[in-house]
């Protein structure tokens, strides 16, 4: 074998392990990739058949029904344009309430149902998740204020954050008592 034919020898297998290499990545990032949807897509039939996506949404208010004994909640979360209900067997976060943004993580079942194994609630009264406020935003032109209002004070002004007591004691003294 002539040194060029090693070359292109050595070339060309260089070229097709790094294609295989980028090939087994490529799929590997596809299984790991999750898609998010809003109700308004997943009514339109936009949602692949049989694969794990997020929904994300407003949980509407008055749906939230637990099967009395057992871990499962209903629920339907909405865009204000579709609804799609969700069935969720598990501990719901703390901060889960109707008329909250959440995102659920999971699969649609053949009768149209969510079936989610993992949910997503907000963090505190201002914040919605990015994909919900912009999925609303592109749909209806609502702002993050309008689609979660924050719980307002006394007169509609805005809630005032907690305050550190004030000590009235007064500072001791170095050497006292020694």
């Given at each position: 074998?002539?040194?060029?034919?090693?070359?292109?020898?050595?070339?060309?297998?260089?070229?097709?392990?790094?294609?295989?290499?980028?090939?087994?990545?490529?799929s590997?990032?596809?299984?790991?990739?999750?898609?998010?949807?809003?109700?308004?897509?997943?009514?339109?039939?936009?949602v692949?058949?049989?694969?794990?996506?997020?929904?994300?949404?407003?949980?509407?208010?008055?749906?939230?029904?637990?099967?009395?004994?057992?871990?499962?909640?209903?629920?339907?979360?909405?865009?204000?344009?579709?609804?799609?209900?969700?069935?969720?067997?598990?501990?719901?976060?703390?901060?889960?309430?109707?008329?909250?943004?959440?995102?659920a993580?999971?699969?649609?079942?053949?009768?149209?149902?969510?079936?989610?194994?993992?949910?997503?609630?907000?963090?505190?009264?201002?914040?919605m998740?990015?994909?919900?406020?912009?999925?609303?935003?592109?749909?209806?032109?609502?702002?993050?204020?309008?689609?979660?209002?924050?719980?307002?004070?006394?007169?509609?002004?805005?809630?005032?954050?907690?305050?550190?007591?004030?000590?009235?004691?007064?500072?001791?003294?170095?050497?006292?008592?020694?």
């Amino acid at each position: 074998m002539t040194p060029r034919r090693r070359r292109m020898t050595l070339v060309i297998a260089i070229l097709a392990g790094v294609s295989i290499a980028g090939a087994l990545a490529l799929s590997a990032f596809r299984r790991n990739v999750t898609f998010f949807f809003d109700p308004t897509q997943v009514a339109a039939g936009q949602v692949p058949v049989g694969e794990r996506f997020r929904l994300g949404g407003m949980v509407t208010e008055g749906s939230l029904r637990r099967a009395p004994g057992s871990l499962e909640v209903r629920f339907v979360v909405t865009d204000y344009s579709h609804d799609v209900p969700v069935s969720y067997t598990g501990v719901l976060p703390d901060l889960f309430r109707e008329g909250a943004g959440v995102v659920a993580h999971g699969r649609l079942a053949p009768n149209g149902t969510f079936v989610a194994d993992e949910v997503l609630a907000k963090h505190d009264e201002k914040y919605m998740p990015p994909e919900v406020a912009r999925s609303l935003k592109r749909r209806h032109g609502e702002s993050r204020q309008e689609a979660t209002p924050a719980a307002a004070g006394p007169q509609g002004a805005p809630p005032q954050p907690p305050q550190a007591p004030v000590s009235t004691a007064a500072p001791p003294t170095a050497g006292a008592g020694s």
